[in-house]
């Protein structure tokens, strides 16, 4: 009657045990992450799921497929070479590899992981979507590959009408055959998927772009930049578009920021200058237009290798612009021989050769009025093919 009974006491300072979460708790975390736009947050999902189950290839696969979206390719191959140890016959595997190889510039390795990838399963709409966009970044060098472009870009579409990527190929087919208006809706269709994927919304800027509308394209660019600040490229293109607006000060403000990013790029030093020159400051102008024509090192010590004349529409600018900006300064001695140099190294270019001799005029005028100001000319621009 006086005996106690004592419960079992476990003992002290040992931590409960938790539950193991599944290796599919972290994908669907991971996929929902990735339909929100969250791209790190579900890479970082992705991880975990492969921590957890290494053996599965394609937790390997969906990983590196967002990491090419954030322009992580080096990772990416590595993921898919991952899982390819797990099963060599996998298609996705080897579609994604060649799409992030396709992203280096190594264009045959890329085109033989992607054909491998089809032969492996010939419905695959992420391979021909792949196989679109190697294909369309061949067409300079081969037009002949347009039509093929266009049948793998509608194939992958039919295949998988639900796939970010199918819209994405099919919108960059649509945007380089100048079916514009068809690839703005590619494109909208592709970050209704997925809104944060800075790329989707620079080529749907350019589309806007084209189309000369130029307040979406503005827009649109600078999404595409905030998302990805390190992009030069969508830095220049929000740059012209403001330029191609009359908005000289905001075109020039991002082309500083670009030369910020690019300093050894002569192309950025140009494309600054020629701003510049918009805005009639002819000293900044002779300043940047000479590292793209001379080439030189800047203030900070970076090396610039200037650019050899040619014909290339961008290079002609430059030259053009930067005898312009050296006239204007009342600087003829130096800026004769870079008109000569225009009639002489470029003299099929219709444009290069009416600006070369309207600053030769300019400067004959300035040696009979030497004190007389004369309006700027009208520059005409050569325009890039798309």
């Known amino acids: 009657m006086n005996q106690v009974v004592v419960p079992a006491t476990p003992p002290l300072f040992i931590p409960t045990p938790t539950q193991t979460l599944s290796p599919e708790s972290f994908v669907n975390r991971a996929q929902e992450l990735f339909l929100d736009g969250k791209l790190d947050a579900s890479k970082d999902a992705y991880k975990e799921a492969i921590a957890v189950d ?19 390719y080096e990772e990416a191959i590595k993921n898919t070479s991952n899982a390819m140890l797990k099963n060599p016959n996998n298609p996705l595997a080897h ?33 021909h979507a792949y196989y679109a966009e190697w294909l369309i970044d061949q067409v300079d060098e081969d037009y002949g590959l347009l039509d093929k472009a266009i049948s793998e870009s509608n194939l992958a579409l039919q295949l998988d009408p639900n796939l970010l990527e199918t819209h994405r190929a099919r919108g960059l087919v649509l945007l380089n055959s100048n079916n514009l208006e068809e690839a703005v809706m590619e494109f909208e269709n592709a970050i209704s998927l997925n809104k944060n994927i800075a790329d989707l919304h620079l080529y749907l800027g350019l589309a806007y772009k084209a ?65 510049q020159y918009k805005q009639e400051d002819y000293p900044k102008a002779i300043d940047e237009l000479v590292y793209a024509v001379r080439g030189g090192t800047t203030p900070e010590n970076v090396t610039v290798e200037g650019l050899q004349l040619s014909y290339d529409d961008r ?58 100001v004369t309006d700027t000319p009208p520059v005409e621009e050569a325009t890039p093919q798309p």
């Open 95 to 127: 579609a994604v590899q060649g799409w992030a190889l396709t992203f280096q510039g190594d264009l045959v390795e890329a085109e033989r992981s992607i054909r491998r990838a089809l032969e492996l399963d010939p419905n695959s709409a992420l391979a």
């Open 315 to 372: 290079v002609m600018q430059y030259y053009w612009y930067y005898g312009f900006a050296l006239a204007r300064a009342r600087r003829c001695e130096e800026a004769i021989p870079v008109f000569q140099a225009l009639l002489t190294g470029v003299p099929d270019n219709e444009i290069a050769v009416y600006n070369a001799q309207e600053g030769l005029n300019i400067c004959k005028e300035q040696a009979e009025t030497p004190f007389e």
């Open 211 to 275: 189309l000369e509308r130029y307040d979406l394209a503005q827009e649109s660019l600078l999404l595409a930049y905030s998302l990805n600040p390190d992009d030069t490229v969508a830095l220049i293109e929000l740059s012209r578009a403001y330029f191609a607006d009359g908005r000289y000060a905001q075109a020039a403000q991002y082309a500083e920021e670009a030369v910020k990013n690019e300093p050894a790029n002569p192309h950025r030093h140009g494309y600054l200058g020629i701003v």
């Open 54 to 72: 290494p053996e599965n290839p394609s937790n390997f696969v969906e990983l590196a497929r967002i990491q090419i979206f954030t322009g992580e």
